[in-house]
């Protein structure tokens, strides 16, 4: 059974998820301690702040967080902690994004699925500072209207009799989805 003149197709403004994306990076940091190190005793980052905003094709998290390092010197006789804060932009490219979204209705939102963390502290080959390798991830989403079409029966009709539609002219809309991007959860 096609449509019939009981039913219309509609278009619903709504707001859904228009656009994902991930990304993981490892950064090199450097940090000067006040003493020539002599060997690395522990390093750990403290309190993460980020944000997240829109940018161009993309979404950018632009975050803080104070790396402390705990060494030893003078011939590992003495310890110290050395801290040092820095700032970062992270850019996460979207890999998948509705080109039909109202742009003006835009909201992002980014989660850190692995906190920065400390993989690496070395003392840089001269000895005065210390090089750390940092690892990070983030998940981001954007939100914004866009259009949902939907079938709309226009009289009283038969639940029964409303089940069995023949949707063919739709066949292909769904080639180009990404099963990628489906919830686990489902």
Same mark, same amino acid.
């Given at each position: 059974m096609s449509l019939s003149h009981k039913h219309?197709?509609?278009?619903?403004?709504?707001? #859904?998820?228009?656009?994902?994306?991930?990304?993981?990076?490892?950064?090199?940091?450097?940090?000067?301690?006040?003493?020539?190190?002599? !060997?690395?005793?522990?390093a750990w980052i403290i309190n993460h702040e980020y944000e997240s905003v829109p940018a161009g094709d993309g979404?950018?998290?632009?975050?803080?967080?104070?790396? =402390?390092?705990? *060494?030893?010197?003078?011939? =590992? !006789?003495?310890?110290?902690?050395?801290?040092?804060?820095?700032?970062?932009?992270? =850019?996460?490219?979207?890999? *998948?994004?509705?080109?039909?979204?109202? #742009?003006s209705t835009v909201e992002v939102s980014a989660d850190a699925t692995q906190e920065p963390s400390c993989v690496e502290a070395t003392v840089a080959s001269g000895g005065g500072s210390v090089v750390i390798r940092v690892e990070r991830e983030f998940a981001a989403e954007m939100v914004a209207e866009t259009k949902v079409r939907v079938v709309v029966c226009t009289n009283n009709c038969n639940e029964e009799a409303d089940k069995d539609y023949d949707f063919g002219s739709l066949d292909g809309d769904f080639d180009e989805l990404d099963p990628d991007l489906l919830d686990d959860e489902i």
């Open positions: 219309q197709c509609r278009e619903i403004i709504t707001k #859904a998820i228009c656009g994902k994306g991930r990304k993981f990076s490892t950064v090199t940091h450097t940090v000067t301690p006040p003493h020539n190190p002599t !060997s690395i005793l522990g979404i950018e998290v632009i975050g803080t967080y104070d790396i =402390n390092i705990w *060494y030893s010197y003078d011939q =590992n !006789s003495q310890t110290d902690v050395a801290k040092k804060t820095v700032s970062y932009v992270e =850019n996460i490219p979207l890999s *998948y994004l509705d080109p039909k979204h109202r #742009a």
